[in-house]
């Protein structure tokens, strides 16, 4: 079913639209799915999330990011009628820059690709097949970070299936990528499953690993379209609510650059980050950080913060914004503070992982936070290179004015005559459960008067808690930005030798043309004429002036970098209030396929003008499934049924013929634990192999659904292909 809207009637409509969408948009949690039946609406309990897998590939300062997710009413059938057909309503959040560029849903067999159109269109269509009882799916976007998704229907006992793909901002580092979601996709689900994930990578890349999770490893899948794939599985009981999951791979910096190009005509799109230290001289660079952390957990069971998680978080921000040249030193809250270490020891990995399993074994007290702070700032104040003090706290004893002013005027004493150590302070105590004080011309809870004004006379900074936005995580990530923020004035200016760019962003917000010289810089633009490319970068830094030329090679081709330059068009566009404005918005975003604001995604059942998608890749079969498997491997594996449940038959086609005399066929499961090794095999060269397998292990048991691997290796031959059990 194609739209095609009338000039005429979308003038007369756009303004209503924005007050419609306006209207819609309301202010809900993180996420929240639920279930209900349209016709009788009152009983509307959490869905439940059977499965979900999310694929992972960066590419350049985004990754494409696949989700996957089976829903229904599991364990709330009762509440509706038998056979009644129920409607899943699923809101959830994504960072700002992130872009929606597609939205399936399952029928019946058939993957249906969403089509896009203007929403007051998408809506009507909906609610009218609702009430016809027939197959829709609707993706809305309701702010600049919040979305709605509606299925329907789902026949109470059954499931549907769906797939978002969203384009989400990388963190980059000197040596590597960070890629990150939430786990609340799958937290708030009736019952909670494990999350499986697929990294895709190019091949010849170092392997993955779970930057949040290092216990956990990614096994490689298999090879498909050049990327090799990587899976892996984070069981339940380890997601946990504002803990990111961390997908941690290498950044492919050529000499401090990245360049990814889009042709396009005469010209085309390019992607260009690159790291400012790269072409720095060593005078305008900053001179090692040094940081004491101190440390003070109370277990108050409202912030629901495991110390072991609280250890990780600290550490994980450390690993990411400190370098091996910058140093550290830990004290935590007891009633005779001790540094860990005698002296500032360096920043590398090691030293900073072997400092938080330290101190796992160690008590670290809910009191003596006076005691603590004064502590570590007497420590840094007596060292010859001074440092920082960076506290992490949920303590709330000090807040009142009384208390509070005591303490700071001994605070002061501690380094009357030379410089005030400078104290970050993150405060993750929950806000509004703690008793409040008036102090002229301000309302205070908790600590929130001792840390403003501790801040303030140091020349540091306080980051108050915040319940609905800032996770744990996010509130270590924040104050270590804080804290070792640098600035540089920094002029960009990329052109070619025989042409020029233009219409240029930026996906960091410099502040007056201000940078970090320690984080990348990513710039998004257009193009005409040929490469080289040539950049200008010009500023200055305490005081030091610079100027650099640079040509960098073109690292990669991607047909992504068009649709981030159009996202951020759209959410400029997005910005604005008029009917102009919005009819651009709305022509430019069913143009890409980039959600707005002003439009939607719609899947509608083959009966009604949607049209199955035979060439869409569902990754949640596993590598061998996909369209698009490598041609030329030796072997092609087929299972039958894949997924299955009691039974699957395996079927092996060797081009060259097999030797099951110098080969192995075992199952793995994704932690790498071997299940099982197929033995009794017939013998000699085989040019096709078929075989049964019950889905247990080698001791007879019952092995649980998830996904597994059945590796074939030996005689220089090692490969990998995934099955999954229902």
């Known amino acids: 079913m194609e739209i095609i809207l009338n000039p005429f009637f979308m003038k007369k409509y756009l303004f209503g639209l924005f007050l419609f969408v306006a209207f819609q948009a309301q202010v809900f949690g993180q996420f929240s799915y639920w279930v209900s039946d349209p016709e009788w609406g009152w009983e509307t309990p959490n869905a439940t999330v059977e499965s979900a897998l999310f694929t ?10 696949g989700i996957y997710m089976e829903l229904s009413a599991g364990g709330n059938e ?5 056979g009644a057909n129920l409607e899943v309503n699923y809101f959830f959040t ?11 849903l399952w029928v019946e067999e058939d993957i249906i690709r969403a089509q896009i159109m203007d929403r007051w269109t998408a809506t009507t269509i909906y609610e009218g097949i609702v009430n016809r009882r027939r197959d829709p799916s609707l993706l809305v976007k309701e702010s600049a970070t919040e979305y709605h998704l509606q299925i329907y229907p789902l026949p109470n006992g059954s499931s549907r299936k769906v797939k978002l793909t969203v384009l989400v901002p990388n963190e980059w580092t000197e040596t590597d990528v960070f890629s990150s979601f939430l786990p609340e996709w799958v937290l708030y689900s009736g019952d909670v499953p494990d999350i499986q994930l697929q990294v895709l990578v190019p091949e010849g890349q170092a392997v993955p690993a779970l930057a949040s999770h290092p216990d956990l490893d990614l096994l ?8 090799v794939v990587y899976g ?11 803990k990111p999951i961390v997908v941690r791979t290498a950044a492919p910096w050529e000499s401090g650059v990245y360049l990814a190009t889009q042709e396009e005509g005469n010209g085309g799109f390019y992607e260009l980050g690159f790291l400012p230290t790269a072409f720095l001289e060593q005078d305008v660079t900053a001179s090692p950080r040094r940081v004491m952390l101190l440390l003070q957990y109370r277990d108050d069971g409202i912030t629901q913060l495991l110390v072991a998680d609280f250890l990780e978080e600290i550490a994980q921000a450390m690993r990411k914004q400190l370098r091996p040249q910058d140093a550290f030193n830990i004290m935590v809250a007891g009633l005779t503070p001790e540094p860990l270490f005698a002296e500032w020891m360096p920043a590398t990995t090691e030293n900073i992982t072997q400092a938080m399993m330290t101190l796992g074994g160690q008590k670290i007290s809910a009191n003596h936070l006076p005691g603590l702070i004064g502590s570590g700032i007497s420590w840094v104040n007596r060292q010859a290179e001074k440092g920082i003090v960076m506290l992490f706290a949920n303590s709330i004893d000090e807040g009142q004015p009384e208390r509070a002013n005591a303490l700071l005027a001994e605070i002061a004493d501690l380094t009357a005559g030379s410089d005030p150590v400078p104290c970050f302070i993150a405060d993750y105590t929950y806000p509004g459960r703690y008793p409040g004080y008036f102090v002229e011309p301000n309302y205070f809870f908790g600590n929130a008067y001792f840390y403003t004004n501790l801040a303030r006379q140091t020349g540091g900074e306080w980051l108050e808690p915040d319940c609905c936005n800032r996770s744990f995580s996010q509130l270590c990530e924040a104050i270590f930005g804080l804290a070792l923020d640098e600035r540089l004035t920094l002029d960009i200016f990329t052109t070619l030798d025989s042409g020029f760019t233009y219409n240029r962003y930026q996906l960091e917000d410099s502040r007056g043309g201000t940078y970090n010289p320690r984080k990348p810089i990513f710039q998004y633009g257009r193009y005409a004429g040929n490469a080289p490319f040539s950049v200008e970068m010009a500023g200055f830094s305490s005081d030091n002036l610079f100027f650099n030329t640079f040509q960098p090679e073109i690292s990669a081709s991607d047909s992504i970098i068009g649709t981030l330059w159009h996202g951020f068009q759209i959410r400029d566009l997005e910005r604005e209030t008029n009917n102009r404005s919005i009819g651009e918005l709305i022509n430019l975003s069913l143009e890409q396929r980039i959600l707005s604001l002003y439009t939607a995604f719609l899947c509608l059942e083959p009966s009604l003008g949607g049209e199955p998608c ?9 590598v061998v499934a996909t369209a698009d498997l490598v041609k030329d491997s030796l072997f092609a594996v087929t299972f039958s049924p894949n997924p299955f449940s009691d039974q699957v038959a395996i079927r092996i086609d060797a081009a060259a013929g097999l030797n099951s005399d110098a080969v192995q066929l075992a199952i793995y499961d994704l932690s790498g634990r071997e299940q099982i090794v197929f033995r009794e095999l017939p013998k000699g060269t085989l040019r096709s192999l078929e075989f049964r397998w019950d ?30 059990k229902h």
Request: net charge negative; charged share 20%; aromatic share 6%.
């Open 695 to 724: 889905g247990r292990n080698a001791a007879g048991q019952e092995l649980p659904s998830g996904t597994y691997v059945l590796r074939l290796s030996g005689e220089g031959i090692n490969q990998s292909f995934v099955l999954l």
């Open 94 to 104: 994504l960072p700002e820059k992130a872009l929606v560029t597609d939205s399936w």
């Open 78 to 82: 009762d509440l509706f009628e038998p």
């Open 56 to 65: 992972v590939e960066p590419k350049g300062g985004y990754t494409e990011l």
């Open 220 to 227: 490689s899948l298999g090879t498909t379209g050049g990327k």
């Open 232 to 242: 892996g599985s984070i069981p339940a009981n380890q997601l946990r609510e504002g």
């Open 614 to 622: 035979p060439s869409c890749i569902d990754r949640s079969q596993g």
